[in-house]
T-cell receptor, first 113, second 112 residues
Framework: SQQGEEDPQALSIQEGENATMNCSYKTSINNLQWYRQNSGRGLVHLILIRSNEREKHSGRLRVTLDTSKKSSSLLITASRAADTASYFCATDPYGGSQGNLIFGKGTKLSVKP | DAGVTQSPTHLIKTRGQQVTLRCSPKSGHDTVSWYQQALGQGPQFIFQYYEEEERQRGNFPDRFSGHQFPNYSSELNVNALLLGDSALYLC???????????FGPGTRLTVL
């Protein structure tokens, strides 16, 4: 079963605009991770935020986590055509790579040049 | 430093057949997890191997089995294939007690 629910399911923006994707989940977590997937290929790890963190930055990425609302958001600033991909949030209930990342269905982002 | 590798890239099988997929973890990693990703869905956890033993298992039938070798590489076996087994199979490697998992490019399995 899938725990995370990304919102929106699809997002289309122009290059240079910001893209915001949201993720909601159901059970307690140790950490939450965001991944990118290009055209049904492998997943690329973007950023990890732990349950005791509220915000994290990595380059043009900003992730927030609200454990009281069981939600997270991923912001991509100044988007580029190369950011076109599907983005998934994955919750980790236990931490320490004890397996069982729980993924949502993803947000399909299209960035038009 | 090679990342996670998987073979084969693509595979076509017919219903009832058996298939074996292979994964080599990132150098230095000791834990391998397998995920199934159906079209338009997020990946779903199948199982994880550490120290050559299955450590955790998702909600998949016994037709799905695996193995981890002393060099940490892993195999996923699926018996009695069903049409619904058609999916992208992803392998992820990690180091025990470290949270980040690194994914391979996947094996696309088509069952006809």
């Amino acid at each position: 079963s899938q725990q995370g629910e990304e919102d929106p399911q699809a997002l289309s923006i122009q290059e240079g605009e910001n893209a915001t994707m949201n993720c909601s989940y159901k059970t307690s977590i140790n950490n939450l991770q965001w991944y990118r997937q290009n055209s049904g290929r492998g997943l690329v790890h973007l950023i990890l935020i732990r349950s005791n963190e509220r915000e994290k930055h990595s380059g043009r990425l900003r992730v927030t986590l609200d454990t009281s609302k069981k939600s997270s958001s991923l912001l991509i600033t100044a988007s580029r055509a190369a950011d076109t991909a599907s983005y998934f949030c994955a919750t980790d209930p236990y931490g320490g790579s004890q397996g069982n990342l729980i993924f949502g269905k993803g947000t399909k982002l299209s960035v038009k040049p | 430093d090679a990342g996670v590798t998987q073979s084969p890239t693509h595979l076509i099988k017919t219903r009832g057949q058996q298939v074996t997929l292979r994964c080599s973890p990132k150098s230095g990693h000791d834990t391998v997890s397998w995920y199934q990703q159906a079209l338009g869905q997020g990946p779903q956890f199948i199982f994880q191997y550490y120290e050559e033993e299955e450590r955790q298992r998702g909600n998949f039938p016994d037709r799905f089995s695996g193995h981890q070798f002393p060099n940490y590489s892993s195999e996923l076996n699926v018996n009695a294939l069903l049409l619904g087994d058609s999916a992208l199979y992803l392998c992820a490697s990690s180091l025990v007690q470290v949270d980040e998992q690194f994914f391979g490019p996947g094996t696309r399995l088509t069952v006809l």
